[in-house]
């Protein structure tokens, strides 16, 4: 059975640039998390996506936005893309809602932003 | 923030058992303690996850203190493929609002060949 799967797996973008980062989960979850790990800062909790519904984001701008299709593939957009926002970004995902499942994370997108 | 404390490194000599200690004193009755791990650069791999009762799966076995103040991630045979930043999480399972999972600093496990 396949795991997480994220693309790409590298980036290199320049300040001001946009950026689409995907995330297929493991087949039967529905629920799609999204986390940043940014050198110095660990991981940090971005958005979670559960049937195509945004519900919970973490302390980050509005400029990082993301959404969760039919099949429960998810991307994530970042907008004006800042120095500081040159991290690992991490997608998990879990069977569905309930807060017990465990969540199984794909290998990250790096993203540098120079 | 994270609600766990742990050591920031720790050592251990290859096939030699490695325990992971975790204090987390401030532990609801509802909430889990959960393991993760991450090799340098790769996505955080689940452990194992425990309530109030010890735990054993292929890879590690979970004590909990009585008290469920504190617990130890013990892996039996550490290999040099060990050598991760090991997290502990607690997390509320049932009813959770957010479902996000707060990671801590972590402990860096050295398995020294």
């Known amino acids: 059975e396949a795991g997480v799967t994220q693309s790409p797996t590298h980036l290199i973008k320049t300040r001001g640039q946009q950026v689409t980062l995907r995330c297929s989960p493991i087949?039967?979850?529905?629920?799609v998390y999204w986390y940043q790990q940014a050198l110095g800062l660990g991981l940090q909790f971005l958005l979670w996506?559960?049937?195509?519904?945004?519900?919970n984001r973490g302390n980050f701008p509005p400029r990082f936005s993301g959404r969760q299709f039919p099949n429960y593939s998810s991307e994530l957009n970042v907008n004006a893309l800042e120095l500081e926002d040159s991290a690992l970004y991490l997608c998990a995902s879990s069977l569905g809602r309930i807060a017990k499942n465990i969540q199984y994370f794909g290998a990250g997108t790096r993203l540098s932003v120079l | 923030d994270a609600k766990t404390t742990q050591p920031t490194s720790m050592d251990c000599a290859e096939g030699r058992a490695a325990n992971l200690p975790c204090n987390h004193s401030?532990?609801?009755?509802?909430?889990?303690v959960y393991w993760y791990r991450q090799i340098h650069s790769q996505g955080p791999q689940y452990i194992i996850h425990?309530?109030?009762n010890n735990e054993t799966n292929e890879m590690a076995s979970l004590i909990i203190t009585e008290d469920r103040k504190s617990s130890t991630l013990i892996l039996p045979h550490a290999t040099l493929r060990d050598t991760a930043v090991y997290y502990c999480?607690?997390?509320?399972?049932?009813?959770?609002?957010?479902?996000?999972?707060?990671f801590g600093t972590g402990t860096l496990l050295a398995v020294q060949p």
């Open positions: 401030t532990i609801s009755g509802n909430e889990y």
């Open positions: 999480i607690v997390r509320v399972r049932e009813g959770g609002a957010t479902n996000k999972l707060i």
């Open positions: 996506y559960d049937e195509g519904e945004e519900r």
């Open positions: 425990g309530l109030k």
């Open positions: 087949s039967g979850h529905t629920s």
